[in-house]
């Protein structure tokens, strides 16, 4: 989820922990709860830092080992310490519970969407991603602003943020029925799909398609339960290539291989210059892909420069990759 949600879930959390008689009752401890769920609420994103390294580290990176199961344990415990020393009038243990959740929370929900996790570090580096939230979802930010509003004008937070919590999961479960009525919708229209990976959009209805087959990649859009095939293309095995051979140590599309699981590649050869361009499937924009990894090597098959992240034009990835117009 975006950063906004995160907090706003922190402040919820924090009034549900009302109905804790521990935090109830003290007021020391429900101060040091809720900073330790706004806290907890946002702990996991601190690898969002690692983009001003560049988008490389960022993309191996983000939601990687701080949203490991390790993690979800040492953060409770770093930020709930870290208060009590401040505050050691709070009660530790149910400090420690209502920022665990926290912390908890913030993981579990993230795999939720098309980005996903390595939530299962160590035990695996798979990017778990169920795809049926969007980063950004208006439903979830609104209905957490309406309970948020409510418990400023006296409605009983730990009541108010229960019943909210309860309409979420009833929420949740809709976006997974409809993703399973599309994914059948889309079997009936390519039937021999092997793979069909979803990514929700900010209009509820509306859905992003990316479809494996043995021979053909499929893009398509989902809106009201309708699918429609945007693009196809020839699934083509990668070539032995010596260019390819020496781009893929690139750094910037090794983290675009560990991390996009549906593309199609181009490589472009002058007399003077390679390049090697891969293209992921699951984010088309207005016909345009803009999540890419491109690499250019020379003649001697040196790599120049290569660059790997969203780019929405042409113009705006050549001035990336420090190239003058022609």
């Not at 907090?7 to 935090?23: K, N, Q, R, Y």
């Not at 009660?91 to 996903?116: E, M, P, Q, R, S």
């Not at 491109?294 to 113009?315: C, K, M, P, Q």
């Amino acid at each position: 989820m975006d950063t906004g949600t995160h907090f706003v879930m922190g402040i919820a959390l924090g009034g549900l922990a009302t109905l804790d008689p521990a935090v109830a009752e003290g007021s020391v401890t429900a101060t040091a709860v809720m900073v330790g769920t706004i806290l907890g609420s946002q702990a996991p994103d601190i690898d969002t830092f690692l983009k001003l390294r560049n988008n490389a580290v960022y993309i191996r990176n983000h939601r990687g080992l701080t949203h490991s199961l390790p993690a979800v344990l040492l953060w409770p415990l770093l930020i709930s310490g870290t208060i009590y020393a401040l505050v050691p009038e709070s009660n530790l243990f149910h400090l420690w519970i209502w920022t665990f959740l926290a912390v908890f929370l913030h993981v579990f929900v993230d795999i939720f969407n098309a980005y996903g996790t390595q939530a299962l570090r160590p035990i695996s580096s798979k990017w778990v991603a169920l795809g049926i939230i969007n980063t950004f979802d208006p439903f979830i930010f609104g209905i957490h602003i309406a309970g948020l509003i409510l418990w400023g004008l006296g409605s009983p937070p730990g009541y108010t943020f229960l019943s909210m919590y309860g309409i979420l999961v009833i929420y949740y479960l809709a976006r997974f029925r409809e993703q399973r009525i599309i994914k059948k919708a889309v079997k009936m229209q390519i039937p021999e799909a092997r793979k069909i990976i979803m990514s929700s959009t900010m209009r509820y209805h509306r859905w992003k398609v990316a479809v494996i087959t043995e021979k053909h990649f499929y893009v398509a859009r989902a809106n009201n339960g309708a699918v429609t095939i945007l693009d196809q293309f020839e699934r083509v095995p990668l070539p032995v290539s010596e260019v390819l051979d020496v781009a893929k140590y690139d750094k910037n599309l090794a983290a675009f291989l560990s991390f996009s699981p549906v593309y199609r590649w181009e490589i472009e050869s002058n007399d003077t210059t390679h390049e090697v361009r891969f293209i992921d499937l699951r984010y088309r924009s207005n016909g345009f892909y803009p999540f890419v990894a491109v690499v250019h090597l020379d003649r001697d098959l040196n790599i120049t420069n290569s660059y790997t992240g969203w780019i929405f034009s042409e113009a705006k990835l050549r001035k990336k990759l420090n190239i003058l117009p022609g």
